[in-house]
């Protein structure tokens, strides 16, 4: 079993920045894709971005260019780098991780509030 702690969350006024890291307590190397996800009030969870265990990413549409999703694998951490953002970005932000034949892994969340 593999717990996700998420953590980096705050306040933050518009076009500032945050970084939120993902902790995993176990090795992430067997994991084959990780990724985050947003849940604003009132809204479905949505994508944010995804990293493979190869290191290609994939980004929604409305964070491409401003979001930056890593992995260190040597600290088992996976990170969202958030620059320029807005208030729309204010959401619960939640780490995923997917390995084979397993169902998929969630934190518990970090919020995100961006003040306008």
């Known amino acids: 079993q593999v717990q996700l702690v998420e953590s980096g969350g705050g306040l933050v006024q518009a076009g500032g920045s945050l970084t939120l890291s993902c902790a995993a307590s176990?090795?992430?190397?067997?994991?084959?894709?990780m990724g985050w996800y947003r849940q604003a009030p009132g809204k479905q969870r949505e994508l944010v971005a995804t990293?493979?265990?190869?290191?290609?990413?994939q980004y929604a549409n409305s964070v491409k260019g401003r979001f930056s999703i890593s992995r260190d694998n040597t600290k088992n951490t996976v990170y969202l780098q958030m620059n320029s953002l807005k208030p729309e970005d204010t959401a619960v932000y939640y780490c995923?991780?997917?390995?084979?034949?397993?169902?998929?892994?969630w934190g518990q969340g970090t919020r995100v509030t961006v003040s306008s």
């Open positions: 176990g090795t992430i190397l067997r994991m084959n894709l």
């Open positions: 995923n991780a997917e390995a084979t034949m397993t169902s998929p892994y």
């Open positions: 990293i493979t265990r190869g290191g290609s990413t």
